[in-house]
């Protein structure tokens, strides 16, 4: 993006998404679904990217608040959206839910194209394709191992486990020695970048947990044989995620409000401890719609302050010119944690499962509560770390001002 152009790559990253929602949606056998989905992962640059964008054509008056909005701006179109998916879902099934995601690509990719210029910030550099093969190679080889360990042999696993270590190993030496490696480890030296990556790795690893127990928990007929449940459709359970979006957006435009005054790390750790709360609110009143409800809702804010106070981070912590370098280390940070995290989640609840004579599986309320611990843990640490270690200090350099695209 920053030796293309950041709008470019950006529509090319929905282009593949596109091309791997048509593949999900269509998926003859689970393993062509598994591929449309990869295809379909691309799509998370564009979140990082938008803001990056954003910093290059955007005034600096109104780019806190329009950083905040269009970070927590999935939460406007989740609060319509959990009917609707619901209905689909409730009415098509899972092909329904991909079918979805084109449709919104292929509305979403010409208004982008309509509304916002192209960066006028070019930077000289070559892609590392060798750090992202090592990275990538290295976080799916360990992912693989912690989620298949119960179906493959002891040996093929500890294999995965030792291949993973060794290609990360091999990541973190030549991104070392690397002129322009795909993620400069040198930034995260610099205690504002470390301190956005490290709380957006939190806020996302416990709201990846906490959007998966919490539709288990909903989902779930009591005749299922679980001691838990509260057996609602799709539709049904809009109850629960729709309240949850209302108060994301919500909670990123108070950061946008508010950013100005207080800064971003006291916002981020007020969304992070929020996310704690939820946690333990979830993990012992889940007994109706209007207990998990009040938990979403929490959660709901947190998000909100947490998904609104990353970007302002990011870029009160970052030149111009490494905007988008240093925002996709970030998210490569986040994305890590995030994407390992629902992954430990499963390791947890599967010492809990019981098969169901439909050839599902059931979890207990023991293993349901230990999955929302772990969610407020992963909260906790992050929020312990942005006010400790990670806290700014006098011999910090100083955050990067935003500048207007005629500067830039």
């Known amino acids: 993006a920053d030796v293309y152009g950041k709008r470019r790559v950006m529509l090319v990253a929905l282009g593949i998404a596109l091309v791997g929602a048509v593949v999900a949606t269509l998926a003859p056998t689970f393993e062509v679904l598994i591929v449309g989905r990869a295809l379909q992962g691309v799509v998370i640059s564009t979140m990082f990217l938008t803001y990056s964008l954003m910093r290059d054509v955007y005034p600096p008056k109104v780019l806190p608040l329009a950083a905040s909005i269009s970070t927590t701006g999935i939460g406007i179109f989740s609060i319509g959206l959990p009917f609707l998916v619901g209905w689909m879902l409730d009415t098509w099934g899972w092909r329904g839910l991909f079918g979805f995601d084109v449709l919104w690509i292929l509305v979403l990719g010409p208004l982008l194209v309509l509304t916002t210029a192209e960066s006028p910030v070019r930077v000289r550099s070559q892609v590392d394709y060798l750090g992202a093969a090592l990275l990538g190679g290295g976080i799916a080889a360990v992912l693989g191992a912690v989620s298949l360990a119960a179906t493959l042999p002891g040996t093929v ?241 100083a955050p990067a001002v935003p500048v207007p695209a005629s500067a830039a």
Do not use: K
Request: aromatic fraction near 8%.
């Open 157 to 397: 696993t500890l294999s995965l486990v030792v291949a993973g270590v060794v290609l990360l190993a091999l990541f973190v030496r030549i991104s070392l020695r690397r002129r322009d490696p795909l993620v400069d480890l040198r930034v995260f030296t610099r205690r504002p970048v470390l301190l956005a990556a490290v709380t957006a790795a939190a806020a996302y690893s416990a709201s990846a947990v906490f959007a998966s127990v919490s539709p288990l928990i909903s989902l779930t007929p009591r005749a299922a044989g679980g001691d838990y449940g509260l057996g609602l459709t799709a539709f049904g359970y809009s109850a629960v995620s729709a309240p949850q979006a209302v108060m994301m957006v919500l909670g990123g435009l108070a950061v946008g409000l508010l950013i100005g005054r207080t800064g971003g790390r006291g916002l981020m750790i007020l969304g992070l401890l929020l996310f704690a709360v939820g946690g333990l609110l979830a993990s012992f009143f889940h007994d109706s719609v209007l207990q998990l409800s009040l938990a979403a809702v929490v959660v709901g804010i947190g998000t909100g302050l947490t998904y609104g106070s990353i970007p302002n981070l990011v870029v009160a912590a970052t030149p111009v010119d490494q905007q988008g370098s240093i925002a996709s280390m970030v998210q490569v940070f986040q994305g890590s944690f995030a994407s390992t995290a629902p992954v430990f989640l499963f390791v947890i609840l599967a010492t809990g499962a019981r098969p169901t004579p439909t050839g599902s599986y059931v979890y207990t309320n023991a293993v349901i509560q230990q999955g929302l611990w772990f969610m407020v843990g992963l909260a906790l640490v992050g929020a312990l770390l942005a006010a400790t270690v990670l806290r700014s200090r006098a011999s910090d350099p």
